[in-house]
Nanobody
Framework: QVQLVESGGGWVQAGASLRLSCAAS????????MGWYRQAPGKQRELVATSSSGGGTNYADSVKGRFTISRDNAKNTVALQMNSLNPDDTAVYYC????????????WGQGTQVTVSS
């Protein structure tokens, strides 16, 4: 089994920065993808940023230029540096890990709240 533990959420004012971190532990080896999703009240969960094992990254258009994802393969951690936050970034942020084996294994963290006030 794989456990994901997130940290770093909180309440900030518009324009501020936050850094989210996620540590994966358990039966995990070289995840194919690690990333972040978010879900705002009344909305569907959406991709924020992902990082592949090959180093490629993918960002939602709404966060490009403001958010940066980074991962440490040796430690199985992934971080999300969020700058220039605005109220539209308010959501619960979830860490996500995907491992492709005989089938696709997908794991989620418990979520961390990010609230941005105007």
């Amino acid at each position: 089994q794989v456990q994901l533990v997130e940290s770093g959420g909180g309440w900030v004012q518009a324009g501020a920065s936050l850094r989210l971190s996620c540590a994966a532990s358990g039966n995990i080896f070289s995840p194919d993808a690690m990333g972040w999703y978010r879900q705002a009240p009344g909305k569907q969960r959406e991709l924020v940023a992902t990082s592949s094992s090959g180093g490629g990254t993918n960002y939602a258009d709404s966060v490009k230029g403001r958010f940066t994802i980074s991962r440490d393969n040796a430690k199985n951690t992934v971080a999300l540096q969020m700058n220039s936050l605005n109220p539209d970034d308010t959501a619960v942020y979830y860490c996500n890990v995907v491992i492709v084996g005989l089938r696709i294994y997908e794991y989620w963290g418990q979520g961390t709240q990010v609230t941005v006030s105007s």
